[in-house]
């Protein structure tokens, strides 16, 4: 009974990171803000892919058993790979996720910004610095449809989640005072925008997660060996790494833009649970849309207007 019990805690406290990018390398000025909504769907293709080849497997091996006339029984790897995937599928399900981002510039040269996201699971917050650009000058006769850049930039973003599992307090079995997970993302931009119409970008990123279970829940754990004859052990924590990049266009005009974006990666997290090392991770796809609109960029009596430049043809009066 307490084998399924903390099964249950973790299908009830898993959830997948959202790892959408949905910006490009450019920050805003300061002043200017952007509001995004988004959705994006995670998808374990790995572990998926792998289950359904167990199952065919197993399948078979029914089959021949029934035909044959002989009882069917699942070795013990066999049945101990299937319980890997279906943690796995329990920490990180597949399943769409929602999120809202606040980001706004805080220089004038238009070198750093900063972001809020809200997500479905999670809160995150980012900052942004451009390390290199390139394209036509801003000061350029050309209005700003017609520009072109290209830039570069480091980011780096920490995110809470919010989850919790209320199964063991529920059953009052357990009370779980202390749940966390926290990431560490660190992602590299590259962009380039065809002025305000099309912008094309590219992040690779990395993400580091720790997610720590309540010493109760952990001790809990540990003695129920005594009682089922099952190690039923839980690790205190849990890290994994995320190795990835995210891949996205952004097509609209002036201050609205839609975007969307693929984010593949690999993700390897193998804790030791139930007394063996689990493979929890694999190849991981997030596809994710999403609407931004940002806030026009007062520039005031600045030399982008041709009236506003010297003429040298026209002679200056003199005072």
């Known amino acids: 009974m307490r084998f399924f019990l903390l099964l249950a805690l973790l299908v009830t406290t898993g959830c997948a990171s959202t790892l959408s990018t949905l910006q490009t390398a450019k920050p805003l000025a300061r002043g200017q803000f952007q509001v995004s909504g988004a959705v994006g769907v995670f998808a374990p293709v790995g572990q998926l892919g792998t289950l359904i080849d167990e199952g065919i497997d197993q399948g078979k091996a029914i089959k021949e058993s029934v035909e044959s006339g002989q009882p069917y029984d699942l070795p013990e790897a066999e049945a101990q790979r299937l319980l890997g995937v279906g943690m796995a599928l329990a920490v990180a399900p597949p399943g769409p996720a929602n999120e809202l981002m606040i980001r706004a510039g805080l220089l004038e040269s238009s070198t750093l910004d900063v972001g809020l996201r809200l997500s479905t699971t999670s809160v995150r917050f980012d900052g942004k610095l451009r390390l290199a650009h390139g394209g036509d000058a801003e000061d350029s006769r050309l209005p700003d449809y017609r520009r072109k850049s290209y830039d570069l930039a480091l980011g780096v973003g ?73 190690d039923l052990g839980l690790p205190a924590q849990v890290s994994s790494h995320f190795y990835g990049a995210s891949l996205g266009f952004a097509l609209g005009y002036r201050y609205v833009h839609l975007y969307a974006e693929l984010t593949a990666g690999y993700t390897d997290c193998r804790p030791v ?13 997030y596809p994710s849309v999403g609407l931004a609109i940002k806030n026009p960029l007062s520039r005031g009596p600045r030399a982008s207007s041709p009236d506003s430049r010297p003429n040298p043809e026209r002679p200056v009066p003199s005072t």
């Open 158 to 230: 920490f995110s809470r989640h919010v989850f919790k599992s209320p199964v063991l307090d529920a059953l009052e079995i357990v009370t779980i005072d202390e749940f966390s997970r926290w990431d560490l993302e660190v992602p590299v931009y590259l962009s380039m925008d065809l002025g305000d119409i099309f912008k094309l970008y590219a992040a690779p990123k990395y993400i580091f997660s720790r997610t720590s279970l309540d010493a109760k829940l952990v001790d809990y754990s540990q003695s129920g060996k005594d009682v089922t004859g099952f």
């Open 273 to 285: 649970v139930f007394g063996q090392q689990r493979d929890l991770g694999g190849v991981s796809l």
